[in-house]
């Protein structure tokens, strides 16, 4: 088993600008290439997605669309030899979080968990509590 950091995500879904960058880009294409054929078994955590997720979509790092960034993180998890025990609510909280701009990624997590696992989410983030999936706790 693999445990892929957050770099490693992002030299596979930006282009390189680096010589430096180009050998990444290649380098994850072959790691993910392996994974998609069932050769390698990988992981990685919610919270390197989470960094994933910001990196590819704040301004201040590469500043792109939540739709690329959600589609490019969905594809690489996909496969079956990409395990993740919360895989279901990661895919379904990428599709919270793309549809929603309000909503940070980690809070599409917490939404999914709470869904999927019949929690109450207790939180002050008004666009969560509109959230008609979520069921709230009342404080």
């Known amino acids: 088993m693999i445990f892929l950091?957050?770099?490693v995500f992002i030299s596979h879904l930006v282009a390189p600008a680096t010589p430096q960058d180009?050998?990444?880009a290649a380098a994850s294409a072959h790691l993910f290439g392996q994974i998609e054929l069932g050769q390698v078994e990988a992981t990685t955590s919610e919270t390197t997605l989470a960094e994933v997720a910001f990196i590819l979509t704040d301004k201040?790092?590469?500043g792109g669309p939540r739709a690329?960034?959600?589609l490019?993180?969905?594809n690489l998890l996909v496969p079956k030899t990409f395990r993740l025990d919360t895989?279901?609510?990661v895919l379904r909280a990428l599709t919270l979080w793309e549809s929603n701009p309000g909503i940070s990624f980690p809070d599409s997590i917490a939404a999914e968990y709470s869904e999927l696992r019949g929690y109450q989410l207790a939180t002050f983030d008004n666009?969560?509590?509109r959230e008609p999936t979520v069921t709230l706790h009342r404080f």
Do not use: C, E, S, T
Request: proline letters at 0%; glycine letters at 4%.
């Open 5 to 7: 950091d957050a770099n």
């Open 68 to 70: 690329a960034a959600a």
């Open 87 to 89: 895989k279901r609510i």
């Open 127 to 129: 666009r969560l509590r």
């Open 60 to 62: 201040k790092h590469y």
């Open 22 to 24: 180009v050998a990444m």
């Open 72 to 74: 490019g993180i969905r």
